[in-house]
Each structure stands twice: as C-alpha cells, then as structure tokens.
C-alpha cells in the first residue's frame, strides 16, 4: 500500500493537539475548583469536607481505573476516550447543582473515575499512532500539557470564583469541547492485513509492538513514589512558607512556576533521554526532587526556594512522562490498556496518599526531609535495578 493510499488515515496536527487538549483534563479535575475552594464548598454545604472535594476524584480514579483498563483493551482505545470525556464533562459539571456530602461525594469519585478513563485512554490513543523517538517525544508533549493544565485552570479558576461561585464549574464543560475534537480529528483505528502491516506510513499497530520482557511492577511503583514526591510539596508548601512569613500571593507564583518548569523539562526529557538513558534520566528526576525536598526543608532564602522549585519541577518533568511512556514500551497490545489503567492508578494514587500529610503532628521541615530522603533513596534504588535496560 503506498503512502499516498494511506494519506487519509493518518494522524493530523489538529488530532495531535486534540489529544494534548485532552490531556490537560487530567490535572483540572482539581485545579478547577481549588482556588475558590472554601467559598464553593460553603455554597455546596459541604464546608466541613472541603478538601475532599479535591482528593475524592483521586480515589475514584484509583476505584475505578481498572475498569476503563478492561474497556481499552475490550472496545478500544479512541471508544474509552470518547466515553471518558463525556464522564467527565457530565459529572464534573452537575457538580455546582448538587448540595450535601453524599450526593458530591459520589459525584467526585465518578468524575475522578472517567479522569482515570480519558487519562489511560488518552496514551493509549498516543501509542496507536506514533513509535520509537516520536512516541517518546508526544508522551513529554503529554506531560507538559498536564502541567500546564494546572498553570492555566488555577488562574481561570481564581478569576471565575470572584464572577460566581459556579462559573468554576463551566470550565469542566472543556471535557464536551474534546470529546467533539477526538470525533473530528482522531481517526477510528483500523485493522490491516499482515502483508501491509510493515508500511511506515502507516501507525503503531497492534502486530508491529515489540514489547520487552520487563515487569511493569517496578514502572507503577516508580510512578507512585515520583507523583508523591512532586504532589507532597503542593500540599506541605503553602502552610510551611506561610510559617516563614511568606503571602499567598507569593506562594501562588512559586507553585506556578514550579508547574512551569515542569512544562519546560518535559520538553527537553527526550533530548536528556537519548544522551543519557532511561535509567540515568530517571535518576536524575529523582536527586532533583531530593535536592527540592532537601532545600525546602532548610531555607528561607527566596533565591534557594526558587532553586528548590526548579528542581522540583525537573523531578516531574524528567520523570512521570518518561514512566507513562515506558508502561507502553514494556506493554503487549493485549496487556496494554490494564497496564495504563494501573499507570493511571498509580499517579492519582501518590496525589493521594499526600493528603495525610497535613495530619501528621510533624513539623513541615522535617517531612520535607524525609521525603528528600525517600527520592535520594529511589534514585539508588533506580540506578541499582535493570530499568529501561532491556
């Protein structure tokens, strides 16, 4: 089959960036509501419970990621996706018209439920249609617009508050806008005879993976430890810069810009990667996230907080999109929807597990140090093991 025949099936930019769209829903499903949180949750009757407005969606996510694994590896991919983002536009907007814990607890954990969905759907879609080096680099792509997602919907999300206090919500209505962009612009997967299997111009199909003989274990658990690390510092830093006399608003920047730098390293992750490995690339993401923790706990200088964030933001940039990407790697077609879904699990899971920090009766510096401790201890751990090797 030649590549003119094959002209119309393939992956457009607009389907790229439909993707990419998508992906920043991902971390929006806080980020929407976060900055108005206090006045929404008192409108919602639920202020006793705040904060499980934003860590409910995390258990969902972690309930009910291996569902929407089974329906990847059952239906498809784009199938998921699509499904996944009408989830998520559906239950993340009725949640400004529902009033007591159990109503929007129920509706949190079913949004963070689909997140999971569109999140594990939106790489599987990603590995279908790109291979090698390209893959690698739409997986950073991925993560930068994770991130960015958060830079972008914390600030609308501020401002949409002080219009009312359920204009937060319309933002979830983005979720409608991709679903009516992968329908347009991502192309249905098609099955092709062996003989034409091999033509170039043609996407990562099923036949054509070459998973390596590598656990997917050690990647999850990875994973895990890396989103704890990153989220840890969001939920510890406010209250512990406020201890050192710092604002909200300058509390704001520096987290912002700890998100922005996360976009820039994913970008230069593939570069970093093909110089030095997966495994040296990962080490590295976790000294960096040793380095920020470490920092954080033992300066209240301004310039060495923003060195601790830039290190932060090099530990995610340089690590949770090169884990997404090595699930697909080590990942048979048929496996593959399961392992993203645990992949998925794994992220929320570590957003998670960082919501009892603030109820621990430690002293913030202290458990920045432990939690530097724990990435200097990953990053031997990751440079003793076989990662990426194989």
């Known amino acids: 089959m030649t590549a003119t025949n094959n002209k119309s099936f393939t992956l457009t930019r607009y389907g790229e960036y439909s993707l990419l769209i998508s992906a920043m829903l991902t971390i929006m499903v806080g980020a929407a509501i976060a900055p108005g949180l206090t006045t929404i949750s008192q409108q919602l009757g639920v202020q006793e419970y705040a904060p499980l407005l934003i860590t409910l969606p995390a258990l969902g996510a972690i309930l009910f990621a291996p569902v929407f694994g089974t329906l990847i590896d059952k239906i498809g991919a784009r199938k998921t996706l699509l499904i996944s983002l009408w989830g998520y536009f559906i239950f993340g907007c009725a949640g400004a018209f529902l009033e007591g814990p159990s109503p929007l607890a129920i509706d949190r954990i079913l949004l963070g439920a689909f997140t999971a969905g569109q999140m594990a759907a939106g790489t599987a879609v990603i590995s279908y249609w790109f291979q090698g080096e390209k893959r690698l680099s739409m997986m950073a792509k991925q993560g930068m617009a994770i991130e960015l997602g958060g830079v972008i919907f914390l600030f609308f999300g501020g401002l ?17 806008v991709c679903a009516l962009l992968v329908s347009a612009f991502v192309p249905k997967p098609r099955t092709l005879p062996q003989a034409e299997a091999k033509d170039e111009t043609l996407p990562n199909l099923a036949w054509q993976a070459t998973p390596q003989d590598e656990s997917v274990k050690p990647i999850i658990l990875l994973a895990v430890m890396a989103m704890s690390l990153f989220f840890s510092m969001f939920i510890m830093l406010p209250t512990h810069l406020a201890g050192l006399g710092f604002g909200e608003a300058e509390t704001g ?51 060495w907080l923003i060195g601790a964030a830039v290190a932060a933001g090099v530990g995610f940039g340089f690590s949770i999109p090169l884990l997404n990407h090595r699930t697909v790697e080590v990942s048979s077609e048929e496996k593959r929807g399961k392992h993203l879904s645990y992949f998925a699990m ?25 939690c530097g401790v724990l990435a200097f201890t990953c990053a031997i751990a990751t440079k003793l093991s076989s990662f990426g090797t194989n």
Not at 162 to 175: D, M, S, T
Not at 261 to 269: D, E, I, K
């Open 160 to 176: 949409l508050t002080e219009l009312h206090w359920q204009a937060p919500f319309i933002i979830y209505a983005l979720a409608l």
């Open 346 to 370: 794994a992220v929320f899971l570590g957003q998670f597990l960082t919501s009892a920090l603030e109820f621990i009766p430690v002293a913030h510096w202290q458990l920045f140090l432990v």
């Open 253 to 303: 920047y520096l987290l912002s810009f700890t998100s922005f730098v996360a976009v820039l390293s994913a970008m230069l992750m593939p570069k970093i990667v093909k110089q030095v490995g997966n495994k040296m690339t990962l080490v590295i993401a976790f000294v960096t996230y040793g380095l920020a923790h470490s920092l954080f706990a033992t300066t209240s200088t301004l310039a």
